[in-house]
């Protein structure tokens, strides 16, 4: 079954501004990450938040995480054409398997 | 090389046929995984293969047959499929197979079952 629950499921935004996706997940993770899906392609990793951090940042990314909540949260900075992708969450909970949320289509209009 | 190559890119089948995907990483990665992605859906795990030994097997049906040859190779042997198995076949490969691991995502092979 699926793990993480994505919102908002599309966001369309210009480009330069900000976009937020949320991810919230039903049981207890070992970590969380966010990974990027251009059309029809293979997905490519972003980064990785461990269950005992609360925020993390890379590049123009930044990652919160509230395990009180379970949820956590993607903002991109920035914004440019080329996010234009989906965004998907992944937990694990445990070795190996890991679990893909609904995912949010990003377009970011030039 | 952090590229994890898949062939065929595309694949149309009927039901009767046999067919294999093939999946090949060179990054010296112990894990490699088969997600089955549905149109506007998220991956999902079909199958890990953890140091050559497969260590998931997602309940996938035995239509749907693994192989891990050597530690760069990962196959996906097709037969008797569905209609409903048309969907975006990736691989993945991972340095252990620890939940930690960053996974390395090849192209796919878009599957069409007639």
């Known amino acids: 079954s699926q793990q993480g629950e994505e919102d908002p499921q599309a966001l369309s935004i210009q480009e330069g501004e900000n976009a937020t996706m949320n991810c919230s997940y039903k049981?207890?993770?070992?970590?969380l990450q966010w990974y990027r899906q251009n059309s029809g392609r293979g997905l490519v990793h972003l980064i990785l938040?461990?269950?005992?951090?609360r925020e993390k940042h890379s590049g123009r990314l930044r990652v919160t995480l509230d395990t009180s909540k379970k949820s956590s949260s993607l903002l991109i900075t920035a914004s440019r054409a080329a996010d234009t992708a989906s965004y998907f969450c992944?937990?694990?909970?445990?070795?190996?398997?890991?679990?893909f949320g609904t995912g949010t289509k990003l377009q970011v209009i030039p | 090389d952090t590229e994890v190559t898949q062939t065929p890119k595309h694949l149309v089948m009927g039901m009767t046929n046999k067919k294999s995907l093939k999946c090949e990483q060179h990054?010296?990665?112990?894990?490699m995984y088969w997600y089955k992605q549905k149109a506007k859906k998220p991956p999902e795990l079909m199958f890990v293969?953890?140091?050559?030994?497969?260590?998931i097997n997602e309940s996938v049906p035995s239509r749907f047959s693994p192989e891990c040859p050597n530690s760069s190779l990962l196959n996906l042997h097709l037969h008797a499929l569905q209609p409903e198995d048309s969907a975006l076949y990736l691989c993945?490969?991972?340095?252990?197979?620890?939940?930690?691991?960053?996974?390395?995502f090849g192209p796919g092979t878009r599957l069409t079952v007639l």
């Open positions: 992944a937990t694990s909970g445990g070795y190996q398997k890991v679990t």
């Open positions: 049981t207890s993770i070992n970590n």
């Open positions: 938040i461990r269950s005992n951090e």
């Open positions: 990054m010296g990665h112990r894990a």
């Open positions: 293969y953890s140091y050559e030994k497969l260590s």
């Open positions: 993945a490969s991972s340095r252990t197979g620890s939940s930690t691991d960053t996974q390395y």
